[in-house]
């Protein structure tokens, strides 16, 4: 994977909003950090939305927000 697909990789991680759910319309990075928990405790949904998901937990628990929310002001 090339600088390039990264960069766009994380430019959609950042603008990605729940399709379904308590949090239905929220940006990924917006949904706290608890319900990544949950759903690595009982599985992620499979696809790109599952994928995303599992990201954004790891971003989360290693205190990464910052960077994604930088991002999407930028992108």
């Given at each position: 994977?090339s600088?390039?697909?990264?960069?766009?990789?994380?430019?959609?991680?950042?603008?990605y909003?729940?399709p379904f759910?308590?949090?239905?319309?929220?940006?990924?990075?917006?949904?706290?950090e608890y319900?990544?928990?949950?759903?690595n405790?009982?599985?992620?949904?499979?696809?790109?939305?599952?994928f995303?998901?599992?990201?954004?937990?790891?971003?989360?628990?290693?205190?990464?927000?910052?960077?994604?929310?930088?991002?999407?002001?930028k992108f």
């Amino acid at each position: 994977m090339s600088f390039s697909d990264n960069k766009k990789a994380l430019v959609e991680l950042a603008n990605y909003k729940m399709p379904f759910g308590k949090y239905k319309g929220e940006y990924l990075i917006d949904i706290p950090e608890y319900y990544y928990t949950w759903f690595n405790q009982k599985g992620f949904p499979e696809g790109k939305l599952g994928f995303m998901m599992q990201q954004m937990h790891e971003i989360k628990i290693n205190g990464l927000e910052s960077i994604i929310h930088t991002i999407r002001k930028k992108f």
